[in-house]
């Protein structure tokens, strides 16, 4: 059954390395809790106790929202084909943007991505295995485009004024630092 360890051990990094879609979970003290689901080729393992994972342009931008507030995250993984498996990653984040020098240094480890909004940078501090044996079975076709071709379509200055009308306040009302 489940365990918790102090960090991504070979077997765990096997298995994130081969999902196709992760969960990101914040929240601020007070406010919604937010969850997201991401996707495409956006995670990377650092180190054993280090990952990042590319954000891209999307309704919101909660998670950065939160983020300035808390740093807590949890990142969850689940096996929808295969041994049946949950893990979560349970850590501190900082975010990087276009303008931080943190964002030269590491956006070359992800690729080619239009709409590239923040780099998420996690301190893992606990790894949790649970069983996952109610989690269905679900077959994995392929990535989806429209987000993609949205953003190809929208250009660098059409994604800077969505960002400024749907990215600098969180739902709840609280900046997002996209523009700070």
Known sequence: MGKKVEHIQPEIKDFIEKQKIFFVATAMSSGNVNVSPKGMDSFR???PNRVMWLNVTGSGNETATHLLENNRITIMFCA????????RLYGKAKTYHPRNAEWNQYISIFPDMVGARQIFDVDVEIV?????????FMDYRHERDELKNWA????E????????????????????????
């Open 45 to 47: 393992i650092i180190n």
């Open 128 to 136: 949790q295995t649970s069983c996952g044996m109610a989690v269905p």
């Open 152 to 155: 190809e379509k929208q250009g």
């Open 157 to 180: 200055a059409g994604i800077n004024d969505y960002w400024q009308k749907k990215n600098t306040v969180s739902f709840d009302g609280h900046p997002t630092g996209l523009f700070e």
């Open 80 to 87: 929808f084909e295969g041994k049946p498996l949950i893990l």
